[in-house]
């Protein structure tokens, strides 16, 4: 079974850093695109950045400059460099990828994976 789990989050101040990974696990044949998106209370989950398997980036306009994708092929694990937080970077941050894997049934199929979530709270 294939799974995404997160670790980094935490409370920071504002203007500190934090930087949070995901590691796929399980059956994987092939990870395609990977991100990380973040919900705050009352507000709907939104992508804060992507990266494709060939490296490509894409970020929201809230966190340019300041947020850095990145990822290692070879563990499955993308990576969220935060820095210069702010107040409203306090949200849940999940990471999600595009992956093909076998499932428990032996059928290998591409799927949506969603990590657990990791708490990211800044605040002075």
């Known amino acids: 079974q294939v799974q995404l789990v997160e670790s980094g989050g935490g409370l920071v101040q504002p203007g500190g850093s934090l930087r949070l990974s995901c590691a796929a696990s399980?059956?994987?044949?092939?990870?395609?695109?990977m991100g990380w998106y973040r919900q705050a209370p009352g507000n709907q989950r939104e992508l804060v950045a992507g990266?494709?398997?060939?490296?490509?980036?894409n970020y929201a306009d809230s966190v340019k400059d300041r947020f850095t994708i990145s990822r290692d092929n070879a563990k499955n694990t993308v990576y969220l460099q935060m820095n210069s937080l702010k107040p409203e970077d306090t949200a849940v941050y999940y990471c999600?990828?595009?992956?093909?894997?076998?499932?428990?049934?032996?059928?290998?199929?591409?799927?949506?994976?969603w990590g657990q979530g990791t708490q990211v709270t800044v605040s002075s």
């Open positions: 999600n990828a595009e992956i093909r894997g076998r499932q428990a049934t032996g059928v290998l199929r591409w799927g949506t994976y």
């Open positions: 399980g059956s994987i044949f092939i990870v395609n695109t």
């Open positions: 990266i494709t398997s060939g490296g490509s980036t």
